[in-house]
């Protein structure tokens, strides 16, 4: 049960986990498992994995926790939930058209955690951060991956292809570039034989967001390395995940199903003597690139602040 202990020291916008009414976390990573139904039986094209796919993974593997038995299932379609997801997301694209935040939305569409250097103050792209932003990357991308296994199970509808009224732009517009579209589809090693079936399985990998999943790693990580920062890097995952929402990748249930997958890899993360290694070195990496400093003391006097 070391995994359920780490869960206790992770924070989301300030608040540790188990005061966010998350009571599931501890009997799912302790290898309970939860019946579930799919919300839909259609046939969904089936991504392959390459050789990439197997290797295996620094910090975790996907196969540690399989994130369906812990996550509960996406609203069903016609529900009144489902209707108040759709409408959300209406509203998130109208305020946007209105603010001209589409752009921002669109370029939010990376996955890459300097998208969160605007928060941190200070560049993630310089030579002395590289490093830190190839760690920060790389155990993003490994996070990530436990979001693979629900979205296959699920294969819950995008809001585009629930309504046609929803507005398709960045990584899921129509006129996406084929690798672009596979990779939002199949996660990065997956592959299918062609567009058609590309768009297929694209529409249908809603639940939970990756994205989302991808920027709350990002952002617990970034917030343990510059605690000084930590509002305002949660913040800006907040953000991130309602950028899905303004391209119409996603549902809001989808963005909050991706910070719980988040959090979790975190927690299974941190277990790994190599994460801890790497941790380290890149958080007195970054603090140093930013004039701040390194000792114990200075960074949990920041971390209660």
């Known amino acids: 049960m070391a995994q359920v202990r780490w869960l206790s020291s992770i924070r989301w916008s300030g608040l540790p986990v188990a005061q966010l009414g998350w009571p599931l976390l501890a009997l799912a990573l302790s290898g309970t498992a939860f019946a579930q139904t799919p919300t839909s039986s259609a046939t969904v094209p089936v991504c392959t994995s390459s050789a990439a796919a197997a290797a295996a993974g620094t910090y975790l593997q996907p196969a540690q926790l399989n994130m369906t038995d812990l996550l509960a299932a996406p609203p069903l379609d016609g529900s009144e939930a489902a209707r108040r997801d759709l409408a959300a997301v209406l509203e998130v694209q109208r305020t946007a058209r209105a603010h001209r935040q589409r752009q921002h939305a669109i370029d939010d569409a990376a996955t890459s955690c300097g998208r969160f250097e605007d928060a941190l103050g200070a560049p993630l792209s310089s030579a002395q951060a590289a490093p830190v932003l190839a760690f920060l990357n790389h155990a993003a991308r490994e996070g990530s991956a436990l979001s693979g296994a629900p979205k296959q199970y699920w294969h819950r509808r995008r809001p585009y292809a629930v309504d046609p009224s929803v507005e398709r732009l960045a990584d899921v517009a129509p006129d996406a ?107 007195a990496q970054l603090r140093s690139a930013l004039g701040l400093p390194t000792t114990s003391a200075t960074l949990s006097n920041a971390a209660a602040h």
Do not use: W
């Open 177 to 283: 570039p084929l690798t672009t579209a596979m990779r939002s589809a199949c996660g990065p090693y997956g592959q299918l034989p062609s567009r058609e079936l590309a768009e297929q399985a694209l529409a249908r990998v809603s639940y939970p967001s990756g994205h989302a999943t991808f920027g709350t790693v990002c952002a617990i990580l970034l917030a343990n390395m510059v605690p000084e920062k930590r509002r305002e890097l949660f913040a800006r995952a907040q953000d991130y995940g309602r950028s899905r929402l303004i391209v119409g990748a996603h549902f809001p249930s989808d963005i909050e199903a991706g910070r719980i997958v988040g959090t979790v890899a975190v927690a299974l993360m941190r277990e790994s003597a190599q994460f801890q290694h790497d941790f380290a070195a890149a958080r």
